[in-house]
Structure formats: C-alpha cells, structure tokens
C-alpha cells in the first residue's frame, strides 16, 4: 500500500496511516485520544479484535487433539500464524517459530534453557547499559545457578552503543551476546548486524530483544543471522499473552525445555519421557490460541501497509516531534535524536518539572505517554536521572498528536510557572 501524503486544514501532514485511525474502534469512543504510549503496548485494530472473537464465538476448539472439525480449525488458524509469523521475519522453518506470552518469556526460555545448559563459572554474558529488565532480570538468575558473569556495553550521553567496547569485552569467555534492536527508553536502534558479526566472528552466539523494533522495521532472519529473536505480539497490533522465540533449529534440537505438560511431549513413561518435535517441544500445555490468530491477523495488518512504509513514516514523524520539542525552552531531549538511528520513540524531561507531573498534565489534556524508569534502571543510573517522560509513536499517529503535545508541554510549564 503506497502512503498518500494529504494535509488537513491546519496544514498539518496526514498520511493513509494517520486517517486510517478509523480502523482502530478506540478512536471511535475517545475521538480525542492522542495515545504516545505504543511503546508500552499498542492500540488494536478492528480486524484483530474481529479476528480473536471470531475464534471465541465460532470455532473455540483446543489445538493438536480433537479429530472433530472444531478442533481442525482451530488448529490449523493457530499453525496458520506460526507460518504468518515465520514469514514476517523470514525464518528458514516454522520449526524455528515458538509461541511464548511474549518476550519477557522467550527472553527467560533462552537464559534458563540455553543459558543454564550452557553457561558455567568463568564464563561472560554480555547485555547493554540500556536493557529493559525483560534482558538483564533473566541473565542475573542464570549467573545466580551457573556462577557466570555479566558484563556491560556502555553508551554514550545520547544514547548510542560504544561498539569499541564491545570488540574490547569479546574474549575466550564470552558465550553469548544479549542486546536490543532498539532501546524502549531512548528509541536508540542498535548497529545489531555488526555486532551479530563481529560475536559470530569469534564463535559467540547473539540473542536480540527485538519488542520495539519488530513492530517498527522490517526484520529478516536471513539477512541478520542472529541465534535468537525475541519479541511481544501486544506490542505491534496484536492482543496481549502472546510472543514468539525465534532460534536456530539446531540450537533448538539441543535446548532442554524449561516447561514439561501436555503437548511437548510424544512418549511418556513413569521413569521418563521423549519430548515432540519443534517446535511443539517448547509449547506446553494449551497454548494462547485465540492471541495467536490475533497475532497473525495483525501481522497480515501490518504488512498490508508494508513494513517499510511503517518505518518510513515513524522516522518522518519522529524528526518532526525532535524539532517541535527542541522549540521548547526547559526541554531536554534524550536519546540520539536523529531518525536514521532512533526508532519512534523520544524521551524528554522538563526542567524543575516532575516526570510523572508532566503524565499527569498530559493526561488532562487526554494525551498518554510514559513517566517512569520504564523498566531500565541501569541506564537511568548511567545517565544519571532517576525518569523521563517518553512519548511513543506508531502507525496511526500523525503531526497534530504531536502538535497537542507540545501544547500539553506548554501548558504543564505554565502551571508550574504559576504555581511556584
Ligand atoms: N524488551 C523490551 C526492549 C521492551 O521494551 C519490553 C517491554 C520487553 C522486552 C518486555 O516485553 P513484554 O511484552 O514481555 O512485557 N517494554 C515496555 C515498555 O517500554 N513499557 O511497558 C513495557
């Protein structure tokens, strides 16, 4: 689908994507919503919700069991996303597609599955400053139970990765790297295909924590070749409760499950069992069938605007919300600033103004982003603050979303102005 640009009577630019704000139904009942929070999770689309209803009012069948036609579709709508999914990041074999409740816990599948097989005393995780705590929180409970060590790549003060660093941390100990594609707090994209490179050069495997680029860029296994790839359906259209773990098939064929019960398994014996085939082995017990089929009725969502034009028009958006706000005296931006290595997210704060004052400003004003840590205290530490306000972007956000923001900044400087 090609972008039509059009502008609205204030002049500002409308893309198919900002008037297709019509396929959402919460605009519908919140016409005036200017919703800066897709970072956090995403809004739905019609046909998703159509699509989880669908399953919930017409075929709520069990998957993989029943010979009965229910129990067929139902089967064959959830094995249908996994190929939707396969394709969307362009994975060799379904077998490599594992649906999880979303990236929190294919992250932690990975660490104590791989990690705890594989990890031994002496040996080094290295993760970034600017994790969410989904990639540190699982690695610490590795090195509690194998005694490894987990090192850091630093930034900068905008936000970007010190990869001299990295080639430096690389050594004979380093069993695996564990980073972002982009920061959910900075919006940062990280140079990942140099750095899957430089560890597979040395032998090291790479897991990217893909939540907040899986809904922004166009991700392609073949092309990038890391080890494992995380990320949240909830986070790109999808409902909430599902996510996949992509891995190399025969990384998988060597990974213990973490999670025995129904469904792993093709043989079971009082003293053991034979686990299923991939990617089944990984899905234990009654998967989230109806988030599934949602997730693939999303995907198709997506990819019917075109992945690239996603990126393009979150890059276009986010170079007008750095000027507006930088027009903002007591505005700090954080973050690279600059589209080409920043994804749709900005963070800010205000001087002598409280993040969570600011949201809550905003919120009057009925626009919602985030004030917080957002979930990654290390690198609040590192850059020395304790919060910032982040508003994130997505597909049907326009330039008057952003125009209300920085009149709801305005307004929050005038209020303490006043008041103090
Ligand atoms: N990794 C990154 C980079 C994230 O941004 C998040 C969620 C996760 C992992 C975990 O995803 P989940 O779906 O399993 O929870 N990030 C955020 C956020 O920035 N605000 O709320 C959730």
Request: aromatic share 8%; charged share 20%; glycine share 6%.
């Amino acid at each position: 689908m090609k972008i039509r640009i059009q502008h609205d009577k204030h002049g500002f630019r409308m893309t198919n994507h900002t008037m297709n704000k019509k396929d959402f139904p919460i605009f519908k009942k919140n016409p005036g919503l200017v919703y800066l929070d897709n970072a956090a999770t995403s809004l739905k689309p019609k046909c998703v919700i159509d699509a989880v209803n669908d399953y919930f009012s017409n075929y709520s069948a069990n998957v993989h069991r029943g010979i009965y036609d229910l129990s067929a579709k139902a089967t064959s709508s959830y094995e249908g996303s996994r190929e939707t999914v396969r394709e969307f990041i362009n994975a060799a074999s379904t077998k490599e597609v594992i649906f999880t409740h979303g990236a929190t816990e294919a992250i932690n599948m990975v660490a104590l599955s791989w990690g705890v097989q594989n990890l031994k005393s002496g040996d080094e995780v290295i993760l970034t400053i600017s994790e969410h705590h989904s990639n540190l929180v699982p690695w610490q409970l590795v090195a509690k139970k194998t005694n490894c060590a987990i090192r850091f790549v630093d930034i900068d003060d905008n936000g970007v990765l010190n990869l001299a660093q990295l080639s430096k941390l690389l050594s004979r100990r380093t069993k695996i790297v564990a980073l972002p594609h982009v920061s959910n707090a900075l919006g940062t994209i990280n140079p990942i295909k140099t750095m899957i490179q430089k560890a597979h050069a040395v032998g090291i495997k790479v897991l990217v924590d893909a939540a907040q680029s899986a809904p922004h860029l166009p991700i392609d296994m073949q092309q990038l070749d890391c080890d494992f790839l995380a990320f949240s359906g909830h986070k790109m259209c999808g409902p909430t409760g599902i996510g996949v773990l992509y891995a190399k098939e025969r990384i998988l064929e060597n990974m213990q499950p973490i999670f025995g019960g129904g469904d792993m398994i093709s043989e079971v014996y009082t003293t053991h069992s034979k686990w299923n085939s991939l990617p089944w082995k990984f899905e234990a017990g009654t998967p989230a069938i109806a988030e599934a089929i949602g997730l693939g009725e999303a995907i198709k969502y997506l990819k019917k605007i075109g992945m690239d034009e996603i990126k393009k028009h979150d890059a276009e958006l986010l170079e007008f919300a750095i000027k507006r706000l930088q027009k903002i005296p007591g505005v700090k931006l954080f973050g690279p600033l600059d589209p080409k290595i920043q994804s749709g997210i900005l963070s800010f704060n205000i001087d002598g103004i409280h993040p969570h004052d600011v949201a809550e400003i905003l919120n009057g004003e009925n626009i919602a982003v985030r004030a917080g840590h957002h979930c990654c205290m290390p690198l609040m530490q590192r850059l020395e603050i304790s919060a910032t306000v982040r508003a994130s972007f997505y597909l049907y956000n326009d330039e008057r979303d952003v125009e209300k923001l920085a009149h709801g900044i305005k307004k929050a400087i005038e209020i303490f102005n006043f008041s103090h």
